[in-house]
């Protein structure tokens, strides 16, 4: 965690999320609140922002915490390293720890596919996808309309992604959403064959 709060400095974003130095803390809120006056935003206290990352303004369950879909009007305030740990790692959990990993010089990053191929039961079909067709639903899937992570691994002829297109959080392997698109592309694919 100390490596990441040197990042800091005078003010860091996360996802969409401002983290900012406070009263020897830091204030954490949506990044599109930043001009926000303190008084119009609800305080969430560092250990209950789970709540906040559940659902969207609109009330529907966020699956994919890295969406861009947070819900503004809030600040939290976190006294240390640990409560902004703690409050970081329940709006985008694992953020900090892949965001660590991704320093090293060689970061654990998997890509489709030997994540595919240590995959069993409905997703091994996942593999049955070309890698023009696994690269089509990674580009839909990991959109930054759709996902905020920056995408580390990829699938032969489609590039990871550029820093500037994404956020701080680093994705080192296919999530589960990516997981059941690919399931659902090869068994369309099956469908329309037959």
Known sequence: MKAFVAQIGGGLTL?????????????LRHAE?????????????????RALAQ??????????????????GWRIMAADDSQL???????????????YAA?????????????THRQSGMYRITTMLSDAEAAEVIRAVCAP????????????????DAPPQ???????????VLLESARQAVRAAQQEKS
């Open 166 to 176: 994404k956020s701080l959080i680093p994705c080192l392997e296919p999530c589960a």
């Open 85 to 99: 740990d703690a409050a970081l790692n329940q709006l985008y959990p694992g953020a900090i720890a892949d965001w």
């Open 15 to 27: 996802g969409q999320v401002l983290i900012r130095p406070s009263g020897g803390g830091c204030e």
């Open 33 to 49: 609140d930043c001009a926000a006056a303190t008084e119009a935003l609800r305080v969430v206290k560092y250990n209950e922002t």
């Open 145 to 160: 309309a759709r996902c905020l992570k920056r995408r580390l691994w990829s699938v032969t002829g489609l590039e990871p």
């Open 103 to 115: 320093q090293s010089p060689t970061p654990p990053v998997t890509s489709y596919r030997d994540f």
């Open 55 to 72: 659902t969207t303004e609109e009330g529907q369950f966020r699956p994919l915490k890295a969406a861009p879909t947070l819900r503004r």
